[in-house]
């Protein structure tokens, strides 16, 4: 667990509402694995009203997904048409960068405290859409480097890659 997983957990951990299971946080796409339990930012949205971070005015990923220095944030979508990235594709870009500023501002509250334990992480930020769909799998990955799903900010992003429920639930597994 990561040293920023550590301070939100000592913040915000006693809320139990605010940790779901994967099925939970997927809205049932991807089944649950090893029981872990998954900070979900809409309900932290919720929780952290204050005019400019109001949950209507930011867009972020549906959780985020803690891993030693790697904080990987995690939007679930059922991809029911070949056209579903292009439709999406600004809401995704706005995600990205939503899901990142928010967690930044989730730390900042928590004081200098907070940014000296982010600082000293050193963390590296990814994106993963997981998804699950029954057809266009081989679409989803044309599309998405077409797109530029996959390197709109190199400078802030390791990774921005779709991931499909199986293989996130394996990586899960085996992690």
Known sequence: MSLISELLSENYGNNVELWKS??????????DVNNEKFLCLDLLKKRNKNGLLEAS???SADTVLFRDSELIFIEFKY????DFLEEKKKDLFLKQIDSVVFLLFLVHRL?????DRLIECEPSFSFWLVYKVD???LAIRRHW????LHNRYPFLFKKVIPVSC????SFLQGS
């Open 57 to 59: 005015n930011i867009s």
């Open 135 to 137: 057809n266009f799998r």
């Open 22 to 31: 994967l099925n939970d946080v997927s809205d049932g796409l991807c089944e």
């Open 145 to 148: 480097r077409r797109l530029g």
């Open 166 to 169: 199986r293989n996130f639930m």
């Open 111 to 115: 004081g200098f405290r907070g940014i």
């Open 79 to 82: 991809i029911d048409r070949e």
